[in-house]
């Protein structure tokens, strides 16, 4: 609905605008950076508690602690431990790409790390088990059996996280309102806003039609990578 009752003209010319490309930029790579180090992070304890451990839901809990966690609060914690005079100010994250791609990462651990502990339980324990029978050391068998069995969940992981990433107000908001980056089409470093934090203001600003369509142009570019996504990534289409 929201893209349909948009009037063409103004689309095209918050398309062709420079400081709308830059906000819808940043939206896509930062969420992106955050993903890529979420799942890092969070493939191995994915898998340690897939296995199963003494504590381990305790930790699952904390795992799931930043659903329900008001994200402002989020936002504020990270700015006590990285801010300016912080627990630990040689890491000021304020205004600044890292402190968006944090408060990203903690807003969407819960859906990577979640992901893959499924993938990871879906596995026949009976592959692993023959692997190891025939040699294979603990690395060997993660290596060769068990991440390619589990790989489905892991990308699954990756992309709730850069999604959720990409919808994100609160956190980024209190951390990165104002980020400074690289912006390669421009080639230095330019100052802009998320786009969740960028359509508000432009609501505040400007009214309705403008940031409705640069809503539009949001969803219209979220679904087209979604549909890459479908095709590209997974073999048997659709998700797993």
Do not use: C
């Not at 890092?40 to 304890?45: K, M, Q, S, T």
């Not at 290596?143 to 390619?148: F, G, I, L, S, T």
């Not at 908001?173 to 806003?193: D, H, I, K, L």
Request: charged share 10%; hydrophobic share 55%; glycine share 8%.
């Amino acid at each position: 609905m929201i893209v349909a009752r948009q009037d063409p003209g103004l689309v095209f010319e918050k398309a062709t605008n420079p400081a709308v490309q830059r906000s819808l930029y940043i939206t896509i790579f930062a969420p992106l950076l955050a993903a890529v180090a979420t799942v890092a992070l969070g493939v191995p304890l994915a898998y340690l508690l897939s296995r199963g451990f003494p504590g381990h839901t305790l930790v699952e809990s904390l795992v799931d602690l930043p659903l329900v966690v008001p994200h402002s609060v989020a936002g504020l914690a990270i700015l006590f431990a990285f801010g300016r005079s912080a627990a630990f100010p040689d890491l000021n994250v304020y205004l600044g790409l890292a402190g968006m791609v944090l408060a990203m990462m903690f807003v969407s651990a819960p859906f990577a790390v979640n992901a893959a502990r499924e993938g990871f339980e879906a596995t026949d324990d009976g592959l692993s088990r023959a692997a190891r029978s025939l040699g294979a050391n603990r690395w060997e068998t993660f290596k060769r059996v068990e991440a390619p069995l589990a790989a489905r969940g892991v990308l699954t992981g990756g992309v709730l996280s850069w999604a959720r990433s990409v919808s994100e107000f609160g956190a980024v908001a209190v951390v990165a309102y104002n980020v400074s980056f690289f912006y390669p089409p421009a080639g230095e470093n330019v100052t802009s806003q998320h786009a969740p934090v960028f359509i508000y203001n432009t609501f505040t600003s400007q009214g309705l039609a403008d940031s409705g369509a640069i809503s539009a142009l949001l969803l219209v570019l979220v679904a087209v990578i979604f549909v890459l996504i479908r095709t590209v990534a997974y073999d048997e289409g659709g998700w797993p």
